[in-house]
């Protein structure tokens, strides 16, 4: 299993508070797992949930009890300026095809607001501009000259489980019933420590390591 590993029909990628990432059919469910697996001393009921696939965050209060919960740690989406999938200020750039690229101008008018210049193989350079995201005028997803970060490559922890579900086909969460295939459950940590933290039910541990934005180009 990798970070593209089709997902089962129904079920999209969700990342809770910034740090565990799972697969679930909405942002109420991948809610109701990170309740399930946080750790003993924590008592949050609100979780900040992103959807990997769109970048919309939504905070979700999991109290059973209709009481207002609260979260200190969760970020909600007013508290970060990071937009989804765009090319940020600060970091290094190559083409698709392995070029560097300099950012020159991040809001210029119109569709294409980011300005770039290229190095080119003979040592010269050609400028363009393109999307946010880094996509050439031309580009349906897959043009050499599209602009994307070069990012550090990040190691991740995936706990995997057994899909559990009751009599009536359904997986009972935090007392809730979500409608669920048989399959597998997996959660992402940032340390070897806290995917073992909990093994009942586990069917294996092990790392990934990838780079923030790869293959969503």
């Known amino acids: 299993m990798n970070m593209h590993t089709p997902l089962a029909a129904g079920l999209k990628l969700f990342r809770v508070d910034w740090a565990i990432e799972t697969a679930a059919s909405s942002p109420e469910e991948a809610a109701a797992f990170a309740s399930e697996i946080q750790s ?15 970048g919309k965050v939504t905070t979700v209060d999991t109290a059973l009890d209709g009481a207002k919960g609260e979260n200190l740690i969760a970020r909600r989406p007013e508290d970060t300026t990071f937009v989804a999938r765009t090319l940020r200020p600060g970091r290094e750039y190559r083409t698709r095809e392995g070029l560097p690229v300099e950012i020159v101008s991040f ?10 210049r290229i190095t080119l193989p003979d ?5 363009g501009l393109r999307t946010k995201a880094g996509l050439h005028p031309a580009s349906q997803g897959d043009h050499p000259g599209d602009v994307f970060e070069v990012n550090p490559p ?9 899909r559990k579900l009751n009599e009536a086909g359904k997986q009972v969460v935090g007392g809730k019933e979500f409608a669920a295939e048989r399959g597998l459950n997996w959660y992402i940590f940032d340390t070897e420590e806290e995917a073992r933290a909990s093994l009942q039910g586990v069917r294996a541990v092990f790392s990934i ?6 293959g969503l180009g």
């Not at 990040?154 to 057994?162: C, G, P």
């Open 40 to 54: 003993q001393g924590s008592t949050a009921t609100i979780f900040s949930v992103e959807d990997r696939q769109t």
């Open 154 to 162: 990040i190691t991740k922890w995936v706990r995997v489980y057994d």
């Open 209 to 214: 390591t990838y780079r923030e934005g790869e």
């Open 107 to 116: 809001n210029d008018p119109g569709e294409f607001p980011v300005g770039v």
């Open 123 to 127: 040592g010269g350079t050609a400028a």
